[in-house]
């Protein structure tokens, strides 16, 4: 059973290598040995016993994370999540700085052999043709400070595996006890599922533009009146991707759709093609095939996921509440801040 932490640093720094979307330029600069260039001092955000997290550190380990949920999360909701992100990297690199002293005190060691056999597997999932190095120097880092990570991170889950408890036991009772005590949590939206194809129109305010795509659409609608086949239309002429499913846009709820697009898909007939329909994409033919009302889930649709997450609660319990003893024997400061110990 694996207890470490996703967001513990060096998983991010080796999740940013394989995806290559991190950069470094706002890295404060290094200047090689024997340079004569004076570095300001940085400021120093935390000290666990004797190593120290400065500000830029903070900022470059908080801009991986935010890069990497730019892609599932929006641009306004990501800039409330700076805040809550900025305080997880130093709550991460405090704990990963403990669980790596506490390892070393305990002496655990990870051989050549195994860091090398995971260094495998994490160049398997690069790029076809793209090497560990090239991913690893694009980050401005060396392989070797790859492997140090690797060394460190399996010896950090290895004292997780012998300190954390072996088995996490998640009863019926348990499950049942939190469905009942959410049961608002539990209710499933309306939701419909649609195929469509779209005639795109780039600029609305394009009335040529505009006139040839309704024009196109119109033709395209007295194909499906005359009886041809709604999906290959829409791999054939669909500017939309679903086009290559055959417009199939799968399920979706009230509020993932424009306005035009969801009043159609939650009033036409099921099955039945209905008319053209204009939004600000330009024009859809939509062909609703399911609807389903709103309704709560019942306690075996849900059960699984419940457990989960009650199984993850658990984890996440035993983990800080590790940390914490740690941190007991630890010196902790923040600048300008009373020590704790």
């Given at each position: 059973?694996?207890?470490?932490?996703?967001?513990?640093?060096?998983?991010?720094?080796?999740?940013?290598?394989?995806?290559?979307?991190?950069?470094?330029?706002?890295?404060?600069?290094?200047?090689?040995?024997?340079?004569?260039?004076?570095?300001?001092?940085?400021?120093?955000v935390v000290r666990v016993n004797d190593i120290e997290l400065t500000e830029q550190e903070?900022?470059?380990?908080?801009?991986?994370?935010?890069?990497?949920?730019?892609a599932q999360v929006p641009p306004q909701q990501l800039q409330a999540m700076v805040p809550r992100v900025s305080q997880q990297v130093v709550n991460d690199f405090i704990a990963q700085t403990l669980l790596s002293q506490e390892a070393e005190k305990q002496t655990i060691d990870i051989d050549d052999e195994t860091v090398t056999a995971e260094l495998k597997k994490i160049e398997?999932?690069?790029?076809?043709?793209?090497?560990?190095?090239?991913?690893?120097?694009?980050?401005?880092?060396?392989?070797?400070?790859?492997?140090?990570?690797?060394?460190?991170?399996?010896?950090?889950?290895?004292?997780?595996?012998?300190?954390?408890?072996?088995?996490i036991a998640v009863t019926d009772e348990d499950v049942k006890a939190f469905y009942e005590a959410n049961l608002d949590k539990m209710r499933k939206p309306e939701s419909a599922q649609a195929s469509h194809i779209l005639i795109e129109v780039e600029d609305m305010n394009d009335t040529a533009a505009k006139t040839a795509a309704k024009a196109e659409i119109d033709a395209i609608k007295k194909e499906l009146d005359a009886g041809a086949d709604f999906a290959a239309l829409a791999k054939e002429k669909s500017g939309c991707p679903s086009g290559q499913r055959g417009g199939d846009l799968g399920p979706f709820g009230r509020g993932q759709?424009?306005?035009?697009?969801?009043?159609?898909?939650?009033?036409?007939?099921?099955?039945?093609?209905?008319?053209?329909?204009?939004?600000?994409?330009?024009?859809?033919?939509?062909?609703?095939?399911?609807?389903?009302?709103?309704?709560?889930?019942?306690?075996?649709?849900?059960?699984?996921?419940?457990?989960?997450?009650?199984?993850?609660?658990?984890?996440?319990?035993?983990?800080?509440?590790?940390?914490?003893?740690?941190?007991?024997?630890?010196?902790?400061?923040?600048?300008?801040?009373?020590?704790?110990?």
């Open positions: 059973m694996t207890f470490i932490r996703p967001s513990i640093v060096s998983s991010i720094c080796l999740c940013a290598f394989l995806s290559g979307t991190v950069s470094h330029a706002q890295d404060a600069p290094t200047p090689e040995k024997g340079n004569a260039v004076t570095e300001t001092p940085q400021k120093i903070a900022q470059n380990r908080a801009n991986m994370q935010l890069q990497r949920m730019a398997a999932r690069l790029p076809e043709g793209k090497t560990l190095e090239e991913a690893a120097a694009a980050q401005g880092v060396s392989l070797d400070e790859v492997k140090k990570d690797i060394r460190r991170d399996m010896a950090i889950q290895k004292l997780l595996d012998e300190k954390m408890p072996k088995d759709m424009v306005k035009p697009f969801e009043d159609a898909a939650f009033s036409q007939a099921i099955g039945v093609i209905g008319p053209v329909v204009e939004t600000n994409f330009g024009y859809h033919i939509i062909k609703v095939t399911g609807r389903q009302d709103a309704e709560t889930a019942s306690l075996d649709e849900v059960s699984a996921n419940i457990k989960r997450h009650l199984e993850s609660q658990k984890k996440s319990q035993a983990f800080n509440e590790y940390i914490d003893t740690l941190k007991k024997d630890a010196t902790i400061v923040f600048p300008g801040q009373p020590e704790t110990n």
